[in-house]
């Protein structure tokens, strides 16, 4: 079955960079989330989108930001990186919002020199 | 205090043991429950959601009390496949609050 996708799953940028992750939900599922792990951590909710619309927010910082487009794929852009953003980012996607069962991608491993 | 907590062990449990893990979660107004499993390194992998009515799924059976706003997650017949960090999930709204997760290990 079709799984959450994720690109790139390996990045390195430098401090004061900018990035920019992409996830591709399964095929049909609307809602798309996305979750910053840190060493050792759990994953923190960041911020989630519904048929194209911010959903909720969680401890997303303000250099980030984030929308879906009309394909339901969604975009991380993360600008002005700081050593401390260097985590695995996950993104989840789920049929319908309020935390129907999530499914997450692979992650993409962001290391900020 | 975090909002889901967890033993974070580790467990290590000989290959056949019958493992149970405990979670707590402080919001009463949380509305799903899930556990996840989640290898070194790897994404969370949803196990199974949680009812009230308490739910199996081979050889895990996950039960939920909301009035003592606890969850428990039981492995029966361990495997060594079974060795992954176990997080308790709670969601309000959309986003998963996660517990630090168990680690559990079995071994032969």
């Known amino acids: 079955a079709a799984g959450v996708i994720q690109s790139p799953r390996h990045l390195i940028k430098e401090k004061r960079e900018t990035a920019t992750l992409k996830c591709y939900p399964i095929?049909?599922?609307?809602?798309v989330y996305w979750y910053q792990q840190g060493p050792g951590q759990d994953p923190q909710f960041l911020i989630s989108?519904?048929?194209?619309?911010?959903?909720d927010k969680g401890s997303i910082p303000d250099r980030f930001s984030a929308q879906q487009f009309s394909d339901y794929h969604s975009e991380l852009n993360m600008s002005s990186l700081e050593l401390g953003d260097s985590a695995l980012y996950f993104c989840?996607?789920?049929?319908?919002?309020?935390?129907?069962?999530?499914?997450f991608g692979p992650g993409t491993r962001l290391t900020v020199t | 205090r975090k909002e889901v907590e967890q033993d974070p062990g580790p467990f290590n449990v000989p290959e056949g043991a019958t493992v149970a893990f405990n979670c707590t979660y402080s919001?009463?107004?949380?509305?799903?429950f899930f556990w996840y499993r989640q290898d070194c390194r790897k994404e969370p992998k949803l196990l199974m959601s949680v009812y009230s009515s308490g739910n199996e799924d081979g050889r895990f059976t996950a039960q939920l009390n909301r009035a003592s706003q606890y969850i428990s997650l039981l492995i029966r017949d361990s495997k060594l496949s079974d060795s992954a960090t176990y997080l308790c999930v709670v969601a309000n709204t959309d986003k998963l609050i996660f517990g630090t997760g168990t680690r559990l290990q079995v071994f032969p």
């Open positions: 989108f519904y048929e194209k619309m911010q959903s």
């Open positions: 919001n009463s107004a949380s509305q799903s």
């Open positions: 095929p049909r599922h609307d809602t």
């Open positions: 989840a996607s789920s049929l319908g919002r309020e935390a129907y069962e999530q499914y």
